[in-house]
């Protein structure tokens, strides 16, 4: 297949004749097309050859060139298909069918050539080939299936995954594997997280009631599956790529229409937008003062351009200033056939006059059926439907719509925005069955008063584009860019530009919502939060507790003052782990704070209350909560009364980092040599502050903590961060209070300590 051809593979149908049923193979496969199917093969084991050129000739007319089309086994048949002047791109052979070497020499190099690879042996043989010989290989089966009963042993997900990654050909290039075989809609997020090209069905959607619809659900989640990332916390996820969306259209210098327009709305909606020229403009919001156009040789080579490197996922037609540019355009796209193309015809001006001469407008007729939709103006929808003029009135707009859809093939936009009165309805018409058994979806709104309306014809056409390739459903698709361009026509006057008709504010929505700051990473925050307590981490250190904790001179009063109030602190902070956990928006950050309260009360509170008893069978000495570890607690239970589950565990952070942090220093003789001696009074509390297990449960805490704050808006993340910060200060306060409450200077006898810091919490 020639390299300049993009090829779609992630919703390829299969058809089976007996699962369509009455409604035919013609009829589910242009239905199939219609909900997001990107290539088709005819599959028909007991049907002649006869029956299947005839059927043949059908397709290629429901298909009208939109999707690849090609056979299962039969390479003669495509053979005189092509001869006969049908539009057939290809042969998928099996393992046991005419030789593939003899398939690309026969079809020659831009046809499609796909393979039935199901074992290591039959991958060997693949890379025995000539490079480029085959195009994909189809693997399978997922699962057992009733529509191919001798198909071998069923692979799963993880079968699938083993062959795909060993498929190479001779020149060591990865061969793009389609999962065939009992494939679910809920196999599309892991298919493609594990490399899958796409999948093959056949029953889900050649027997499904509304073969469009379950077509349009494979394709919605083929687009919009996304995976954990295993390595990081469930805050970094693999979201799909956006949908790579070409304008074709021209240049307009003040950024309110045209490609500017184009390529602000592809990437307002979520996609990622390229342009190629066909006119140079002078303009302004005031009106246009000169075109240039280009070569036609110089738009093939931007489209080619782009088409040799970059898989384009859908097309938006803006001008196209004479016939020349039409017919390069459809050319091109006859030949790279991008999954989806949408058509906003630039033909008609504001005032009603013709931008096209006779040749240009017959030209575009021609073009017309390439495309899937087609979004006029009103003028517009006269021209192209045929009419004596305009519509005056809604009820003749859509009738207008209806003929051209209709007559066409390919669904209309019929738009009601140059309408008189106080509504402005848009209509997405779909008359490719006929005009009586057109349907229409009505999208009503008011009128928006403004004069920021330059390029809203541009802009919805590219939304549109940009949507469907997202969501794989025309319906949808359109009803989201008509609420988004609704919005920026709302906010359009607030952006000052020009003294005329102004520009739509095609990010008012993205920036109010999203914020024009840039997101930090997890990592960047780390760092931040870390060093924005270095002052308070830096008191710690000099603190007299601290200091003689470490040289082993700290008084039995002292400590057990601490333990005391870390006991209290305890039971109420075990509450807040609870509450994390309640809180928690995933079954992991769930199941980590459970165990860390758990461990509050089991582990550190227990170990602090036999140490308090004195002795077995008595009970330890309550006393009074001191102020400091009052205010903490009402800390915690503030945060996350006020701030929900991101400020409260940025509140409960801190009894994990700055423990972590100082128990593996004590020991390390960041603070003198006494703590790692056996002799030292505290010894086994020391060793106990810098156990690996609460290493990891630190770190983990960390990332949960610091992936919610980088995915929160700015005003959460700031409230994340005073929380934490205070937490700190506390820390502060709580380890300076047992010296200030205790009038017992005698230094601890060798070994009488205990482990009292809540190190373990969470491990």
């Not at 384009?312 to 037609?317: E, F, P, Q, Y």
């Not at 193309?341 to 013709?354: A, F, H, N, Q």
């Not at 469907?468 to 359109?478: I, Y």
Request: aromatic share 4%.
């Amino acid at each position: 297949m020639s390299a300049r051809r993009a090829l779609d593979l992630s919703l390829y149908l299969v058809t089976d004749a007996a699962l369509c049923g009455e409604r035919g193979v013609a009829a589910t496969v242009e239905a199939a097309v219609a909900g997001g199917a990107t290539i088709v093969q005819l599959r028909d084991k007991h049907a002649s050859d006869e029956e299947l050129l005839a059927l043949l000739g059908r397709l290629d007319e429901a298909i009208a060139g939109r999707v690849p089309l090609v056979v299962n086994d039969r390479l003669e048949l495509v053979l005189r298909a092509r001869a006969a002047g049908l539009r057939v791109d290809g042969v998928h052979l099996g393992q046991g069918d005419a030789a593939v070497l003899r398939a690309r020499a026969e079809l020659g190099p831009d046809a499609i050539v796909g393979l039935t690879a199901n074992t290591p042996a039959h991958l060997a043989a693949v890379a025995a080939l000539p490079a480029g010989t085959v195009d994909y290989l189809g693997v399978g089966v997922l699962r057992p299936t009733s529509t191919k009963p001798d198909h071998p042993p069923a692979l799963g997900i993880a079968g699938f995954a083993g062959l795909q990654a060993a498929a190479r050909d001779a020149a060591g290039a990865p061969v793009p594997c389609v999962a065939i075989g009992g494939v679910r809609v809920e196999d599309a997020a892991p298919l493609r997280a594990v490399g899958a090209a796409g999948l093959a069905i056949v029953s889900a959607i050649c027997a499904a009631p509304d073969a469009r619809r379950a077509a349009a659900d494979f394709a919605a989640a083929w687009r919009d599956g996304a995976t954990p990332h295993a390595a990081h916390g469930p805050h970094d996820v693999r979201r799909p790529s956006p949908p790579r969306v070409l304008s074709i259209a021209g240049s307009d210098p003040s950024g309110g229409a045209g490609i500017q327009a184009d390529l602000k709305s592809i990437a307002a909606v979520g996609g990622y937008g390229m342009a190629a020229i066909t006119a140079l403009t002078a303009q302004n919001t005031r009106g246009v003062r000169s075109v240039h156009v280009p070569p036609a040789a110089s738009l093939l080579a931007q489209l080619d351009a782009l088409s040799d490197d970059i898989d384009v996922d859908a097309v938006k037609l803006g001008m196209l200033a004479n016939a020349e540019l039409i017919r390069t355009v459809a050319e091109w796209l006859d030949r790279v056939r991008p999954p989806l193309v949408v058509l906003d015809p630039v033909m008609v001006s504001t005032s009603g006059d013709r931008l096209l001469d006779p040749e240009a407008e017959a030209a575009l007729r021609e073009l017309l059926p390439l495309a899937d939709l087609v979004t006029p103006n009103l003028a517009e929808l006269a021209v192209l439907a045929g009419a004596d003029g305009p519509a005056a009135d809604w009820p003749s707009a859509l009738e207008q719509a209806t003929a051209l859809s209709a007559r066409t093939g390919v669904l209309v936009l019929a738009k009601g925005g140059h309408l008189g009165g106080a509504d402005a309805p848009d209509a997405l018409v779909d008359a490719r069955a006929g005009a009586a058994l057109a349907e229409i979806v009505e999208f009503s709104g008011e009128r928006i008063a403004t004069r920021a309306t330059h390029g809203t014809g541009c802009s919805l056409s590219s939304a549109i584009a940009t949507l469907r390739a997202r969501h794989g459903a025309w319906e949808p698709a359109v009803a989201e860019a008509r609420r988004w361009l609704r919005e920026s026509l709302r906010h359009g006057e607030s952006v000052a530009v020009g003294g005329g008709h102004g520009p739509v504010h095609h990010f008012a929505g993205l920036w109010s919502r999203g914020g024009l700051d840039t997101a930090p990473t997890p990592a960047e925050l780390e760092t931040e939060w870390w060093a924005g307590i270095a002052e308070l981490r830096r008191s710690i250190d000099e603190l007299p507790f601290i200091r003689r904790l470490a040289d082993g001179s700290l008084p039995r009063a002292a400590f057990g003052e601490y333990l005391a109030q870390d006991a209290h602190y305890l039971r109420e902070y075990a509450r807040a782990l609870a509450e994390a956990a309640r809180l928690a928006p995933d079954a992991s950050a769930q199941a980590f704070w459970a165990a860390g309260s758990r461990e509050c009360l089991t582990g550190e509170l227990a170990r602090h209350e036999r140490d308090l008893a004195g002795g077995p069978g008595t009970a330890p000495t309550l006393v009074e909560p001191n102020a400091v570890n009052l205010g903490y607690l009402d800390h915690l239970l503030a945060s996350g009364a006020r701030g929900g589950y991101p400020e409260l565990v940025a509140a409960v952070l801190p009894c994990y980092w700055i423990y972590d942090d100082l128990g593996r220093r004590l020991l390390a003789g960041a603070f003198g040599p006494e703590p790692g001696s056996p002799e030292h009074p505290y010894a086994d509390w020391l060793a106990m502050y810098a156990e690996p297990s609460f290493a990891v449960s630190t770190r983990r805490a960390i990332e949960l903590v610091t992936g919610v704050a980088a995915a929160a808006t700015p005003e959460v993340r700031e409230r994340m961060r005073r929380a934490f910060r205070r937490s700190a200060e506390f820390e502060l306060a709580f380890f300076a209070a047992p010296l200030e409450a205790s009038s017992d200077d005698a230094p601890a006898p060798p070994g009488c300590g205990t482990r009292g810091l809540s190190a373990t919490i969470g491990a």
